[in-house]
C-alpha cells in the first residue's frame, strides 16, 4: 500500500526534484512543474507518452494544458499527500520531456 512521505523522505527524494523546477504546492501536499514545448505537437506527445506510464503505474497527474505549455500537479488522493508514486512519475515525466525536446 502506497503511505505519505516520510520527513527523511520527503527531504531526499523532494530535493532533487526542486532543483529540475518542480515547486512544493502552498495550498495542498503536491509538487507542481509547468512543461513548455517546441509546439502544441510536441507538447500533446509528451502527454500521450506520460499517459501510457500513467497508466501502466495507476497513478493519474492533474495536468492542463494550452497549446505547448503543460502544467502538472502531482499528489496521492489515496494518502491525501505525496507519495513514491508521485516522485516515481515526475521523474519520469522529466526524463519524458528531455526526450521531447532533444
Known sequence: MTELLSD??????LEPLL???????SNRDAIKKTFKFKDFADA????????IWAEKWNHHPEWFNVYK????TLTTHDVGGLS???VKLARKLDTLAGEARA
Open 19 to 25: 532543483k529540475t523546477g518542480w515547486k512544493l504546492d
Open 69 to 72: 505549455t503543460v502544467e502538472v
Open 8 to 13: 527523511t523522505a520527503r527531504k531526499t527524494t
Open 44 to 51: 500533446f506527445g509528451w502527454m500521450t507518452r506520460a499517459a
Open 84 to 86: 513514491t508514486l508521485d
